[in-house]
């Protein structure tokens, strides 16, 4: 099916942007295109009008900066594949990249686009969360900074105004001995999450001294487990006490049978690629 009739808007400059937010009526914002094209085929999103965001070339970075990782608005999931500062330093989006959709969808989409459209089965937020990330947004009254903890509100919402877009998403720089690592259990490849588990640790002394785990498509939007990341702090890592992190993670994931896994499968995913993503993220804190 092809979309409605609907108005294309191409801003070249942010504030050209914002403004366009603010004065048209019930304004989408349009970056890859890979998740509201296809409802707009069938028909399950209808916008009379669309805010393209492809021409604003200072939307397209991915640079380390001022302290932190900055992903901008058209940064497409390949570029985060392909980044050398990522290969480096950033287990948990190295990981995640490339499982993300299929290579068509990586070379479109971007991963703010991702956290943007809010899906618990999407892979970013959950890794966002992992990292203490931040979502920064512009909007008529300027930009507002917020932690990606409070950021997922329902399944595909957040809470972001109508007259906002997302320009950036941030997670501080890697401390020395941090670490991390994303698993993510799908049917095939190109499949969203059936399961998906973020990790981070930091290590002095062979003692955790920080720690984030967060979760995919195990509850209503993407979820960090404080209780679980907590039980790692002030200790050494062991198995055991991976195991104990999977338990919590476990405990707290609340996610429904489907035609691909019964809750408990999944529950039991959850303890085990929690297990598997604190093995792997303490191992590259130690590298
Ligand atoms: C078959 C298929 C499989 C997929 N598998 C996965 C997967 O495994 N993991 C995963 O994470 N994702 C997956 N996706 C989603 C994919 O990652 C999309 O690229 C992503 O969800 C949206 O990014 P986009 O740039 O294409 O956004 P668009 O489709 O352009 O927009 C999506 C939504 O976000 C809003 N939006 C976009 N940019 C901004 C912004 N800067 N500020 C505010 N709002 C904005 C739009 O208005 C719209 O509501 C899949 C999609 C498909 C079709």
């Not at 991963?111 to 999407?122: F, L, T, W």
Request: aromatic share 4%; charged share 25%.
């Amino acid at each position: 099916m092809k979309a409605a009739q609907f108005e294309h808007h191409e801003p070249n400059t942010l504030e050209e942007a914002v403004s366009l937010l603010d004065s048209l009526d019930e304004p989408t914002i349009l970056a890859g295109g890979q998740s509201l094209i296809p409802m707009m085929r069938f028909r399950l999103a209808r916008p009379a009008t669309v805010v393209d965001l492809n021409r604003i070339d200072d939307l397209d970075f991915l640079t380390e900066e001022d302290g932190h990782l900055r992903i901008g608005a058209l940064c497409r999931h390949v570029d985060v594949e392909e980044s050398e500062i990522v290969a480096e330093r950033y287990g948990s989006f190295a990981d995640a990249a490339p499982l993300v959709a299929d290579p068509q969808i990586r070379n479109r989409g971007t991963v703010v686009g991702s956290v943007a459209q809010s899906d618990p089965k999407g892979d970013w937020g959950t890794v966002l969360l992992a990292h203490d990330g931040e979502v920064v947004a512009a909007g008529p009254d300027g930009e507002r900074v917020v932690p990606a903890e409070e950021f997922f509100l329902l399944p595909y919402d957040n809470m972001l105004d109508e007259t906002e877009l997302i320009t950036e998403l941030r997670v501080p720089i890697p401390a020395d001995g941090e670490g991390s690592a994303y698993h993510k259990l799908k049917r095939k490849v190109g499949d969203y999450a059936m399961v998906g588990v973020a990790a981070r640790v930091v290590l002095e002394d062979d003692v955790v001294t920080d720690a984030g785990i967060a979760l995919t498509a195990v509850d209503i939007t993407n979820v960090s487990v404080p209780d679980a990341a907590a039980v790692l702090e002030g200790e050494t890592p062991s198995g055991a006490l991976f195991k104990r992190a999977g338990e919590i993670a476990a405990d707290a994931a609340n996610p429904e049978s489907d035609e691909h896994g019964s809750a408990d499968y999944k529950e039991n995913m959850v303890r085990v690629l929690t297990q598997r993503a604190l093995a792997d993220a303490v191992e590259r804190a130690t590298q």
